[in-house]
C-alpha cells in the first residue's frame, strides 16, 4: 500500500553556585533569554507540512524566534551516533540530522515522514519503496540522494568501520545486497523475510542518516568530531569543538520542511553535577530539563512557574551478571542473586515510589506477561512469605552451589552520579546475604567501550531504555547476539533459541503469533536470569512556561530531541499558578 505523507500516521554554597552558572551557563551566549517579541507562525513562514499537527489547543499557536536553551545531565564528550551510541551522542547529532521516517514529536507511536516523501510497503511484506523529498541539502551545500540512506544503511548492518554498530541488531532483517537505489529519490529495500515493523525500527533513534562521501572521507573520526554535516533543522554553529560543555545549533534557513524549526537557535548545556543541574533550572538559566532525581522533581513541582509532567517511561535500571564469569554461569546463582534484590525497596529508595516491578517488556504494555506466567519463574515477583525468608532461600541457594563467598566481585559502574547511587543499592542488598563486591568506576567512554566488547567485570548495574515497545525490536536490542547493548555477547556463543524466537517474532505479521512467540521468548529471558530490570520508571520533565509545544514521550531520547516541534512564546514568560503537576500535557 502507498502511504502519503499527508496521512501517515566539590559542593558550592549557593552564591558560589550561582555565580558559576552566571559565568558557565548565563553568560556564555549574547542571548541568554527568549526573544523579547516573536511573530505568529504564519506571518513569518510557509505552511508547514499537512502531517505536521502542533499541539496548539494546549499550547495555543506556534511563533517564531527565540533562543531555546536544554539542561542536559552528561558532558558532551563526543558524537559518534552510529558506533559509539549514547545520549549524548543524540543530543549531538538529533538538532542537524534526520532519519527516513520519525516518531511523530506531538504524538508518541505515530510514524511520519522525515526525509521520505511517501512509501510503498510490498504487498508480501517483504520490502519497502522509499520516496524522497526532493530538493534536500547536506549543510555543506551538496545534494542528498538515495545513496546517502542506501550506504547508511549498509554501513549499519554490516557495522563496516564502526567500533559497534549500535543499528545492526535491530536491522537484521534487511537484505543490504539486495538493497538498491532506483534513482538518486527512490530507495528500493529488501528483507530477508517478511517485516512489520520496518517502519518502526527506522523510527530508532540512533537511525540517522549520513553523508557518504563525508563518512568516506573522515571515517569514524569525523562521527566522533564533526557535527558540521547533516540535513537537518539546525546546523552546528560555527568554531565549536566537540567536547565542549555547551553546543550551539543555530536555524537552518534552507531546512526542506517549510515552516519549520520554530526557534533560531538551541543550545544544549551537558551538565554533570545533579545540583547544578537544579540550580541552572531553578535560575532559569535553561529552559528545559528531563528529570534526573526526585528531589530535583519535587523542587520544580513546588515551583510557581516551572511545568513538570510526569508519566511511565520504557526507562528502567538494569542489572547484568557476567555469564562468562564462574561462578556466574550457572543458571541457579544468578536466580539466587537476583532473588536477593528487594525490588519494591529499591523503587521506594530510589525512586522516591515512582517505579513499577515487571518482566522484561515494559508493564502495562501490550507484550507485558501476565502476573501469573512471569510470578511463576521465582524471583521476579515479591515473595508471599516475606522478603527475609526469600533471602534466606537464596543465601541457602548459593550455599548449596558452593559460591565463593570468599572472592570480591567486581561491579563496572558508569561514574554516573545517578548510576552509583543505583549500585550502591545493589551492593549493599548483595552483602545482606554474603556476596562481597567491590566498584570499578570507569568514565563514560571508557565504560561504553567495556560493555561493547565484553570486557566489564562481573556485575553490571546500568540504565537502560527500551527503544521500542516490539518483541522483536525491543528485545532484540538486548539479546540479539550481534547488538552491542547484549552484553552477554561478544565474550560468548550466540544463544541459538533466543536467536531462532527473535527471527520469529521479527518476521511473523499475526499478532497473536506475535504475542505467542513474545511470551516463549520472555519467560526464556527470565528462566536464564539474563537481564534483570531492578524497576521501570516514571520519568518528569520540566519546563519554563514559554516553552511550549512539548509532549511527554516514553523514552529520553527521540525525535522530540531534535527542537524542531517547540517554539517559545514570550507572551507567556511571566505565567504562574504552575505549581503541583501539570495536567493536560500531551503525553503525560
Known sequence: MVHSSFNKGVMLTLGVLFLALALAVGCSSDEDEPTAAAAPASATA????????????????????????INYEDPLEHANLWGAHSGVTVRYRMPMMNSIVEEDPYQAGRIIPDLAKDWTEASDLMGLTINFEDGVKWHNGDDFTCEDARFTIETMVTGNGLTASEMAGKLSFIDTDATTCENDQTLKLQFKGPSATALLAFTDRAFLIFNKAWFEAGGEDAMFNDVSVGTGPFKWAAGQSVGVDEQVFERNMDYFKPGLPYVDKVTVFGILDESTQQASMLAHLTDWHWVRNFGQYDSYVEHDQIQTVIRATRGHHSIWLNKGNPP???????????????????????????????????????????????????????????????????????????????????????????????????????????????????????????????SWGDILPRNDTMPADDPALGMGFYFRCVSPNNHWTPQLPCDDKAEALLDRAASTVDQGQRKAISDELQLYALDQFWKFPLYWEQEAVAFWPEVRGYAHHPQPSGAFVRWEQLWLDPSHKDDTGFTGQTSGVPGG
Not at 505536521?52 to 536553551?69: C, E, K, N, S
Not at 558508569?414 to 551492593?427: G, H, L, N, S
Open 46 to 69: 510557509a505552511a508547514t507540512p499537512a502531517y505536521w499537527q502542533p499541539t496548539t489547543d494546549f499550547y495555543g499557536a506556534p511563533v517564531y524566534g527565540g533562543h531555546l536553551r
Open 328 to 454: 556466574l554461569d550457572n543458571q541457579k546463582v544468578r536466580q539466587a542473586i537476583f532473588m536477593a534484590i528487594d525490588r519494591d525497596a529499591g523503587i521506594k529508595i530510589l525512586q522516591d515510589g515512582h517505579g513499577s516491578t515487571g518482566f522484561i517488556m515494559p508493564p502495562g504494555g501490550p507484550w507485558d506477561l501476565t502476573e501469573a506466567q512471569g510470578c511463576a519463574v521465582k524471583g521476579w515477583c515479591p515473595p508471599s512469605e516475606g522478603f527475609e525468608a526469600q533471602r534466606a532461600e537464596a543465601k541457602s541457594i548459593l550455599e548449596g552451589e558452593n559460591f565463593p563467598f570468599d572472592k570480591t566481585f567486581v561491579l563496572t559502574v558508569e561514574a554516573d552520579e545517578q548510576v552509583q547511587a543505583r549500585a550502591t543499592f545493589i551492593q549493599e542488598q548483595l552483602r545482606l546475604v554474603g556476596v562481597k563486591t567491590e566498584f570499578d568506576l570507569v568514565e563514560t567512554i571508557a565504560y561504553r567501550a567495556q560493555t561493547a566488547d565484553g
